[in-house]
């Protein structure tokens, strides 16, 4: 395969990851949130800020997506930006769970893999977009 068909492989590859994961995570929380008497009783003890961060934050998944897609310098930084975002409200949410408030296990889960899926789309937005932009990328 062609450095540039392996360039695009990997762009649209992610970008479909941040859409997909964006859809889920605003059908999801938003499901909690507005009343889903099913989804409220299936999430459990779930922590306030952290549905509302990732409610909001699946919005911005599938802009980021977009704009990886259409590989815009932009959509770069708001894959850095949700990478960060996300492991500091995993921090507050640790801190949450140390000082002893209630919690499900499955925030847990689901956080480490919001973080790793969004550090992961980063590094490879990196990789594939800002790099190839300030002139960095091999043939």
Known sequence: MSAEKTHKFWIWLVALVAVAFGLMTVKEGGLVLYGNEAAVSAAGDYVPFVLWFNFIAGFFYILAGIGL???KPWAVWLAVSLA???AFVFAAFGLHVALGGAFAQRTVIAMSLRTAIWAAIAVIAWQQ???RQLGGASP
């Open 69 to 71: 897609w259409l590989q």
């Open 84 to 86: 960060a975002a996300t």
């Open 129 to 131: 977009i800002r790099k």
